[in-house]
């Protein structure tokens, strides 16, 4: 298997035959379900893929909605719950996604919400000041819950209040599936753009 620069795999969910197990996918040692159920729901994986240099990859991403998605404007539109999760396989510096999770937000957001956003925003500093990095094995997950908001755990735990409005979970979403994404590649793979590699 050839190896590429940065290295991304692409995982898409696929409904397997009856009576078969759920497929696990293997990306740098994460193991990945194909299917997992949150509130009262199952959700299939859309895509996951792996950044970084082949010799030192970074981390892991996957993304779980209940339908298959291919841009973030069918995962917004899509009902119930969905989650992203990352794998840090490497200690990670948080700043980058701060960034383009705040720029997500202000361009998701008309100049009339901004006022309303400031409170989540001063929360999402928080959480950020707090865990200023990964480490190496932490998985942070961002669910988003219809009733509740975006809710982002770090290590198990949740991480400050659940924002509410719609538009953190658009900046959220943006860091790694938006125009202005950090790394093009792994946003083609989570939006089941790309195959896997071979």
């Not at 696929?14 to 759920?22: D, N, P, Q, R, S």
């Not at 729901?41 to 240099?53: C, F």
């Not at 009339?112 to 200023?132: C, M, Q, S, Y």
Request: proline share 6%; net charge positive.
């Amino acid at each position: 298997m050839s190896l590429i620069k940065p290295l991304v795999l692409a995982a898409l969910a696929h409904v397997f035959a009856l009576g078969c197990m759920a497929a696990t996918l293997d990306l740098g040692g994460v193991k990945i379900e194909d299917r997992i159920a949150i509130y009262n729901n199952t959700l299939v994986l859309n895509g996951a893929g792996m950044v970084g240099a082949a010799k030192t990859p970074h981390y892991v991403v996957n993304v779980y909605a209940r339908a298959p998605f291919s841009t973030l404007d069918e995962l917004f539109k899509a009902p119930g719950p969905k989650r992203l999760v990352v794998t840090a396989l490497r200690d990670l510096d948080t700043d980058p996604i701060v960034r383009v999770f705040t720029r997500g937000v202000n361009d998701s957001a008309t100049k009339g919400d901004i006022a309303k956003l400031v409170p989540g925003l001063g929360n999402l500093e928080n959480i950020f000041r707090t865990n200023k990095v990964i480490h190496k094995g932490d998985v942070m997950m961002m669910d988003w819950v219809p009733i509740t908001g975006l809710v982002i755990y770090i290590g198990g735990k949740v991480q400050g209040l659940p924002f509410k409005e719609p538009e953190f979970f658009r900046g959220a979403m943006s860091i790694w599936m938006g125009d202005a994404s950090i790394d093009a590649a792994l946003r083609d793979a989570l939006l089941g753009r790309t195959k896997p590699a071979r």
